[in-house]
């Protein structure tokens, strides 16, 4: 075993919280086998049971018209694009009636920022969900919700619970990336801030929207960062409680401007994810991406 990590390992093993020093320290190490098996030991004592579990859900993006132009996303496209949309009623409709017919529970429901549509259109778009399919709604992102709040002139609170009433029934963790300011201003610089991403999840929590959390690591942001990220959401957790899972998963820089960065390997993937697990002992589920 590295012995830098030794006595981190034995830490987070007894129960005892890691912090910052300990999380660099393991980023720095290449003795994946060991923090593996510890974080493996952690989650045995969260989740005991000899099996993992997972639902049938379906992504819907329903618009790709976006204005913030992030380095990392091949997905945006400006509103005069030509291969622009906004889903209708009738597409939508038939993707969550082949999401239900396959077994489905759920729909994940994320966009762009739009510049155009209003919160009105959301909750008629939700109430005309719910009244037609018996399914869960997963959606809008944090920067989304405080796209609506912005656009729509209103405050975080009042377009969480007008979302929650219409039939949103949790909210998805993207658009988090790395919560640091540096590495938001240097790949996204035209979407919420971090402490701004924080906040609408500490509001959706608060009005009893449950909601996952997600890291995109791989490009911009050192190692520091990554810890700092993970800081920041078990501190959120602390508060809250609201957070029922985290997800991390690797940049992939195809058709996008970051398309000159390597892409993370299987080795950096699983060492982040050990990593994640010894650091959110606060967070009961971690789930993988698709």
Not at 87 to 104: A, M, N
Not at 127 to 144: L, Q
Request: net charge negative; with cysteine; proline share 4%.
């Amino acid at each position: 075993m590295d012995a830098s990590i030794q006595p981190i390992l034995e830490k987070a093993l007894l129960d005892e919280r890691l912090d910052y020093d300990d999380g660099l320290t393991l980023f720095k190490s290449y003795d994946l086998l060991s923090i593996g098996n510890a974080a493996d030991l952690i989650r045995k004592r969260i989740h005991p049971e000899p099996y993992v579990t997972y639902i049938v859900d379906r992504n819907i993006n329903y618009t790709n018209v976006c204005h913030v132009d992030c380095d990392f996303c091949a997905f945006y496209r400006h509103m005069k694009d030509l291969e622009a949309y906004t889903l209708s009623r009738q597409v939508l409709g038939q993707k969550i009636q082949e999401t239900i017919d396959l077994g489905g529970v759920q729909i994940l429901l994320q966009g762009g920022l739009h510049p155009r549509l209003k919160l009105g259109w959301y909750e008629d778009l939700l109430r005309w969900i719910k009244a037609n399919y018996d399914i869960h709604i997963h959606g809008f992102s944090p920067p989304e919700l405080d796209w609506f709040a912005k656009i729509n002139k209103i405050s975080l609170i009042e377009t969480l619970t007008r979302l929650r009433d219409a039939g949103l029934g949790s909210i998805p963790g993207g658009g988090a990336e790395i919560l640091t300011d540096h590495a938001r201003d240097t790949i996204s610089p035209k979407k919420c801030t971090a402490a701004e991403w924080l906040e609408v999840m500490r509001q959706g929590h608060l009005v009893q929207l449950k909601s996952s959390a997600t890291m995109m690591y791989g490009h911009v942001e050192s190692y520091g960062e990554r810890v700092e990220h993970l800081l920041r959401l078990r501190d959120l957790q602390d508060e809250t409680g609201g957070f029922t899972a985290f997800i991390c998963w690797s940049l992939q820089p195809n058709n996008t401007r970051l398309e000159h960065m390597p892409a993370s390997g299987s080795f950096e993937y699983l060492k982040t994810l050990a990593i994640s697990r010894l650091m959110l002992d606060n967070i009961p589920n971690f789930q993988s991406s698709w």
